[in-house]
């Protein structure tokens, strides 16, 4: 079994976030305080005190 690469670029500007991977834009999304949305996965993530968050996973689009 072989390990591959990954590089991952995040862009932030303000609370406007876009994700970059080498085959090119990945996904965007905002935060604001503890809560993120990702607006290419349709998922949002709240951020509690101490270690762990809440997720809520988006829907699937497409036959997946």
Known sequence: MSWGFRARKTVRLGPLFWTFSQ??????GIRVGP???NFTRGSTTIDTPGPG???RPGR???GR
């Open 60 to 62: 699937r689009r497409g």
């Open 35 to 37: 809560i993120t949305r």
């Open 23 to 28: 085959n090119g834009f990945t996904s965007w």
């Open 53 to 55: 968050s809440l997720h």
